[in-house]
């Protein structure tokens, strides 16, 4: 373990981290889908869903939504796929702009109740914040409707930056933007792969938000960002500092 290196920085995941869809994703879908003639089961449209996913998952990040010009298509062949997999079925046009219209608007999210108090905090640390989020290129007028972008100067996008996690640049580039140094920066994110071995394989600390509880394996997770402030008390006597992996 490396000695005590002062933070200067914190960067955040977006999904399943700072936001979530409300209603959930699986609810929007059930509801469109079924209006547009699918016949399915919960237990189906989960699996369809994840089918979906995973192939969406063996691809590279920086590939994965089509970038900037080829999202609208990303989405059409995702769908497309999801409803493909629940019934054989033909995705209506009708239906795919109604789910993008949905997913599109603000209302659709919700910010988790640990984010404000926490970026808050940090905030009167005098801690510099960013997002690293593989996401289309909606997220930063996303944040910027729930009013969380006044927290964030830097919002690295994957398909915006055409670069993705786990790939250590996009970390790298969120710490130049901020003018820190991986060393001095902790990145915090729900996926063991993208989020926190990416992090750490960059150079950077990491802290695993484990909200579900699924990971218990792991020492350096949190269940709630609320943690966070607590969790860098404890790094080392030097205020605001962690000690990064070996």
Known sequence: ????????????????????????????YSRELAADGALFTEEGLSRA?????????????????????????????????VRSVLDG???????????????RSPAAWAIYDDVVPTLGELSRRGLKMAVVSNWDSHLPTLLAAL????????????????????????????????????????????SVSEDFEGARSAGLAALLLDRRDAFPGIADRIVSLGEIPKRLDEASSTPFAILPSS
């Open 89 to 103: 079925g033909i995705l209506s046009a009708a239906a795919f702009d109604r789910i993008a219209s949905h997913f």
């Open 1 to 28: 373990m490396a000695g005590a290196v002062p933070l200067r920085a914190v960067l955040f995941d977006a999904g399943a981290t700072l936001v979530h869809p409300d209603p959930p994703v699986e609810a929007i």
């Open 147 to 190: 009013e969380l972008d006044r927290f964030f100067p830097v919002i690295a996008v994957s398909s915006i930056e055409e670069v993705g996690k786990p790939d250590p640049e996009i970390f790298h580039r969120a710490c130049r933007r901020l003018e820190v140094d991986p060393v001095e920066s902790l990145h915090v994110g729900d």
């Open 49 to 81: 869903l994840t089918r979906a996913w995973e192939d969406v998952h063996a691809t590279p990040a920086s590939d994965r939504y089509g970038g900037v010009r080829g999202e609208a298509e990303f989405w059409k062949k995702f769908l497309a796929r």
